[in-house]
DNA sequence: TCTAACTCGGATACTTTCTGTCCGCGAATG
DNA sequence: CATTCGCGGACAGAAAGTATCCGAGTTAGA
């Protein structure tokens, strides 16, 4: 899985403690990682719908839907893109005793399996929203350290 | 997911027909792919104890256990390594917000959902042997499709 | 209204992983 | 004991992931 999925979801989650527009460079500089890398995992969210970039002198990004309407599935798949991991290539219709054509309607045994673990493993992300993991953040280290984030945010402190 | 992944499950299944050693290179020509890379998995299910190498000229590769006691998920960790896909970099240790040690006893809430969705994975492969694959090409392609590989990898047929 | 500063967005190099290939070592057979 | 065959790890090429930069567009303020 693609390393920036982590930074996707923790930029998700400390955007549930604003309403006004944080720019990626503040973002970045919050999770001490690179601000162009960020930018690019920011662009895909923004593609695929999650948040809303607003240009201009106070800009930034912000979540386009309650946190409660958007899953850590989003996220994943906005960024390391919705195809599942496994794809079968049909070697059953390959090589000298390739089966015939009209024998594989379905997809194949090994094809099913996998589909079913790719479903589990959907369904158990998309179980989860961001407002889950802001209400754990908040039950684990407190409710200071949530409403500090958003007030950090907001201002212009380094 | 490594795409050898499919192919080495083929493969096993493959092997679930016969008892007799069975040369990589046939195994290959099977299902037409190319025997220098197949090589390199049976290698790392070598390694992995799934199958065991037979040397000398009527060498080759054979199961080290029945088909029921070997599931899908031992050849993918097998293939793609054990460590599970997510992994946590300690983002809320960093940054100028950064949480002290103390207050990070356990592991983080999105890594906590990553792990249990991965644990979901891993069970549903879990759940189906080689035996089943073997069956299920049977119920779905009649007994004789199956019962001929194992007579094609016997025998020196083109 | 105009300027100016700040933002996102896509196009551009670099690194790591994955894919594919090769030849040498060891073992069983005759 | 020589020969033949197959496995094993070491060696290039391709693809994806990682990291970066500069230009287009927009908004806020003077």
Known sequence: MSGGVEWAIHCCVALTSVRAPVPATRLAQLHDVSPSYLAKQLQALSRAGLVRSVQGKAGGYVLTRPPEDITVLDVVEAIDGPDPAFVCTEIR???????????????CGIARV?????????????KVSLADLARDVRTTHGPGAFTGIGAWLASSDT
Chains 1, 2 share one sequence.
Request: with cysteine; proline share 14%; glycine share 10%.
């Open 93 to 107: 219709q390959r090589g000298p005793l390739a089966l015939p054509p009209e024998s594989c309607t379905g997809p």
């Open 114 to 126: 996998m589909a079913e673990a790719d479903a589990a493993w959907r369904a158990s992300l998309g």
